[in-house]
């Protein structure tokens, strides 16, 4: 395998100093930095409609006009400059950069960034339902873009998004999806690489942009290959040898070897990821608040992060992440407690010995099994019944969201991420009522929540404060009445390479990193 290696990358190493040469004024010739991926690294790299891994290939060849800070929870220009909107939060001004070309030449422009996200909008494919609210896109002037809403609408967050929201040059606005797909390798942006080749499912090759706005360093990486390992061993393999610089997702067994691996650091990170247990609110025996208490308190949260996990996961506070506003670590918080489970089983006036509560769970995912299976035990001391059952993902969601609430399942697990920085994911997907339910799978109908969340949701674009204030409200009240219980925020570990310097994860933009700022030593 190694020597296989070693082979391929010696061709990219012939092919970046022919083909690439020129691009990257400033890198150090021939430097390659490889991502060994634990799956496909692209579903597609249309700009317009990827909405899952491609995001470590995307973030690096394309910008959009806002990043998201998480160390700072304030959104920061990147292709625009400044922003300002009415007092209404339904019309805003972006100033944009005027030194930035796209890859094939053109400037960056207002009518470059009208031309993209009305491109996304059009398609209807991906996260494009971020831009719901926006009636138009204007070109004030060759530099300056404004964006109609219908309703008050944080435009700078939406702006700043993993997905949906990449700006692209004119002409690539023109072409197909297949286009961006070709393995020769397209694309349409600004970013400070592009894309060089492609295997279709299996490896991205993306090289330095030499006409990119911001100063390469010298020892900037020229090449960078991302390509999929699925198994734990080969990637760690990798990383032993100096094949590879950048991994994630390792079997424990790995972990361990890595930690004791002189030449990598094993970093945790935290995510905006959390897992969820959902309760049907319109079924008996959910129905019932102290029910779904005891539910909540039978739940083994620190064994299942020490044990099941091995320690990538934390404990919840709320629905919101830590690192994202309205996230507060005063939220209710459930403990595992089986002598306040059976108070409040006694309270809820249930007969547990009548009933067996039904607890599909997504095939695949060992986890799942692992924790369903834990806490099932747990429920039996307490005279509960708990029936687990495997499904796919599509029979899993199609079940949840049966016409009628005897036809549902009792409990319902997923795992969530917010589509942009901004909590309204959370709670507009998942508490506001639905009258055919999507996400909001623990049915809640509560008229009073829905008005604090439209309130919250029309008050982030002029009063973030205000609306984040209503948020924990809304949480408080979710999580007291026991609707759903976040039962771990997800943690992923990375290992990198300590020859290199500059890696960084911002939990706004999964599984990724900015190749640019990272350097060899």
């Not at 592009?194 to 299996?202: A, C, E, R």
């Not at 360093?217 to 198994?231: A, P, R």
């Not at 320690?311 to 709320?318: E, K, T």
């Not at 008005?451 to 205000?466: C, D, G, P, S, V």
């Amino acid at each position: 395998m190694k020597r296989s290696l070693v082979l391929i990358l010696a061709v990219i190493l012939v092919a970046s100093l022919f083909a690439g040469c020129g691009q990257g004024g400033g890198t150090t010739a021939g430097a390659i930095l490889y991502y060994a991926y634990d799956q496909e690294p692209y579903l597609t790299l249309d700009p317009s409609v990827e909405n899952s891994n491609g995001v470590c290939v995307l973030q690096n060849v394309y910008e959009t006009l806002t990043r998201y800070n998480d160390q700072t929870g304030e959104v920061e220009p990147y292709l625009a400059t400044s922003w300002t909107h009415n007092d209404e939060g339904t019309v805003w001004d972006f100033t944009l950069r005027e030194d930035v070309n796209f890859h094939d030449g053109t400037k960056m422009n207002a009518n470059a960034v009208k031309k993209s996200i009305d491109r996304t909008i059009r398609l209807g494919k991906g996260a494009s339902f971020i831009w719901a609210n926006i009636e138009n896109i204007e070109v004030v002037s060759d530099y300056v873009v404004r964006f109609n809403c219908s309703s008050p609408t944080s435009v700078d967050l939406l702006a700043s998004a993993a997905y949906a929201a990449y700006i692209m040059s004119e002409s690539a606005c023109d072409r197909d999806s297949d286009w961006f797909n070709s393995e020769e390798g397209n694309d349409g942006g600004s970013g400070p690489y592009v894309v060089k080749s492609l295997v279709t499912g299996d490896q991205v090759i993306i090289t330095a942009y030499d006409g990119y706005w911001r100063e390469w360093k010298e020892n900037s990486y020229k090449t960078v290959v991302i390509k999929k390992y699925m198994e734990s061993g080969t990637r760690r393999q990798l990383l032993e040898t100096g094949d590879a610089q950048i991994s994630y997702n390792f079997s424990t067994t790995d972990i361990a070897a890595l930690k004791s691996n002189e030449k990598v650091d094993v970093k945790y990170v935290n995510t905006y990821n959390n897992i969820l247990l959902f309760f049907n609110s319109e079924k008996q025996p959910c129905s019932n608040e102290e029910f779904r208490k005891a539910l909540a308190y039978s739940f083994p949260y620190e064994e299942v992060i020490s044990g099941v996990l091995e320690n990538r996961g934390q404990l919840s506070h709320g629905l919101v992440t830590p690192g994202l506003w309205g996230y507060d670590e005063n939220c209710t918080q459930y403990e595992f407690n089986l002598d306040k489970a059976r108070e409040c089983l006694e309270k809820s006036g249930i007969d547990a010995s009548t009933i067996k509560l039904e607890f599909p769970i997504q095939s695949g995912i060992t986890e799942y099994k692992d924790f369903a299976q834990l806490w099932q035990t747990y429920l039996k001391e307490i005279g509960i019944n708990i029936e687990i059952r495997e499904r796919s993902w599509d029979a899993h969601i199609e079940h949840a969201r049966a016409t009628r609430p005897e036809d549902r399942q009792d409990v319902f697990v997923m795992i969530w991420w917010p589509d942009c920085a901004d909590p309204a994911s959370w709670f507009q997907s998942m508490v506001h009522s639905q009258e055919h339910p999507s996400f909001n799978l623990s049915y809640i109908k509560n008229p009073e929540w829905d008005a604090k969340i439209e309130e919250a949701m029309r008050l982030t674009a002029t009063n973030r404060a205000r609306a984040e204030e209503l948020y924990k409200e809304v949480q408080k009240g979710v999580l007291d009445g026991a609707y759903m219980v976040p039962i771990y925020d997800q943690v992923i570990t990375y290992v990198v390479s300590k020859e290199i310097e500059g890696f960084y994860y911002n939990p706004a933009y999964p599984n990724s990193t900015l190749y640019f700022n990272i350097t060899h030593k």
